[in-house]
């Protein structure tokens, strides 16, 4: 099966079956997707991607849920990208959680697709991306990428992000050991959700300190804020500050640096992808020629870099 216009049309309107159906075909890589990546990647560029991030529990969904509700508010369309083995739109939460984003289900401006962290042929990072690409192209307002935060292919998507909001909770534990870890080390936004539980305020000033202790002089100062996601107090400010933040990307060029960079790992990662494709040819392709060099390598008589090498010389990857 290719992709047909028919459904490329379906997706563009934000069809949701047409999106979920086209996402899949890319993310397998089937006849067409280059052709219809590329023209999805010319319509794009207007829509705004904010990574959620921060420990499982800590209430990102909820907070997703809410902000969905302002972003409609002001007539924007909204897209949740959640890469969350616990997320509830998966179904791999209580019941309640489910019912709770039912509310958004039969908004045609809304639309939430959960992915899980394994089994994206190009890693998750590409899979992201390509995404991206899509509900840019179809006109979503806004992106709202749900991350837990952990592991590199996580840290790379929160990349593909222009403002990344930390959620954690009072306590601190789990939240900040992250941050410690070295993962989370920038968030422009950070929250302390649950502000019903106590210890909120010790919270946010370990917060504020920690990040004034941070010595790099950097145009942009986080901001420490609260919220009761399950209120959904505290939540206008937040969609506040991620105006805020964007206004200053805008004005001081980080925009176009984000764009940027997203450009650059999007084609490192298609030059990953058609190097990866060449070789398993390579390798399932029973190449006398490949199969005797292997017999060299393991006789020991030459080296594994000095052959493949000359076997990336000799690849023909414009084929692929
Ligand atoms: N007490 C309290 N519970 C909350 C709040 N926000 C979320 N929760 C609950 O915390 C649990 C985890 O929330 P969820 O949004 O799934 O967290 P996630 O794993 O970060 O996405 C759920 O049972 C929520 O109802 C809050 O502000 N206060
Ligand atoms: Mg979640």
Not at 19 to 33: F, T, V
Not at 72 to 78: A, G, I, S
Not at 79 to 106: C, F, I, K, N, W
Not at 240 to 246: F, G, I, S, T, V
Request: glycine share 10%; hydrophobic share 40%.
């Amino acid at each position: 099966m290719s992709i047909s216009d028919e459904l490329l049309r379906g997706a563009l309107q934000r069809d949701p079956w047409a999106l979920g159906k086209l996402a899949r075909m890319i993310d397998d890589g089937l006849e067409g997707s280059d052709e219809a990546l590329e023209r999805l990647h010319a319509m794009g560029g207007r829509c705004r991607v904010v990574g959620i991030t921060g420990p499982p529990g800590a209430g990102k969904s909820t907070l997703i849920n809410n902000l969905i509700r302002e972003g409609r508010k002001r007539d924007q369309t909204v897209a949740v990208l959640a890469v969350d083995p616990t997320s509830p739109y998966s179904g791999g939460a209580v019941l309640g959680d489910r019912v709770r984003m039912q509310e958004h289900a039969t908004d045609p401006g809304v639309y939430i697709r959960s992915l899980a962290t394994r089994g994206h042929m190009g890693g998750l990072s590409r899979s992201v991306q390509h995404l991206i690409t899509l509900l840019d192209a179809a006109g979503f307002d806004l992106v709202l990428l749900e991350t837990v935060g952990v592991g590199q292919e996580e840290v790379e998507v929160k990349d593909l992000a222009q403002t990344t909001v930390f959620v954690t909770v009072p306590g601190l534990g789990d939240g900040i050991q992250a941050m410690k870890a070295g993962v989370l080390e920038i968030a422009h936004i950070y929250l302390v959700n649950k502000a019903d539980r106590p210890m909120t305020e010790t919270t946010v000033k370990d917060l504020e300190s920690m990040l004034s202790m941070s010595e790099e002089k950097r145009a942009w100062h986080p901001s420490v804020l609260t919220s009761i996601a399950t209120e959904g107090t505290g939540v206008q400010e937040v969609m506040e500050e991620l105006d805020r933040h964007y206004s200053h990307l805008q004005a001081s060029g980080g925009l176009e640096n984000w764009r940027r960079s997203v450009a650059d790992a999007s084609v490192a990662e298609a030059i990953r992808g058609i190097v990866e494709e060449s070789l398993k040819e390579l390798v399932n392709g029973d190449n006398p020629e490949f199969e005797s060099d292997i017999d060299r390598v393991s006789r020991k008589e030459e080296d594994p870099m000095s052959v493949a090498r000359r076997w990336l010389g000799k690849l023909d990857f414009g084929k692929v």
